[in-house]
């Protein structure tokens, strides 16, 4: 599965199968998935913790600056996270594991 990350002057992609454990492990502890239904919870758990979550973004989009974070549309960010989570939970199955630990 490919994210793709769109500003307003570049799109950028990463491979889901090429995300760090390390990232997978913060996102799961930053974003609390079992409490969240639908993509405006999403959007509002991105939103409390952005500046957690900025250096993320950075490490899966190899280049990309603050400045162009800056540009990115919300739903945009929602349905990388979306696609994370799929990802974590589908391919992976470690949402379970990670948060019992």
Known sequence: MLLKLET???TFTAETID???GVIEDIINV???DNISDS?????AILKCSKQL???LK???EG???EQLRT?????IVQIFKDIYTYITVELGAVGEATKN
């Open 40 to 44: 405006r919870q999403i959007g509002l």
């Open 31 to 33: 974003l609390d998935f």
């Open 54 to 56: 900025k250096p993320f």
């Open 19 to 21: 995300i760090s454990f």
């Open 8 to 10: 307003a002057d570049k």
């Open 72 to 76: 990115v549309k919300s739903s945009c």
């Open 64 to 66: 990309v600056t603050d």
């Open 59 to 61: 490490e899966l989009f």
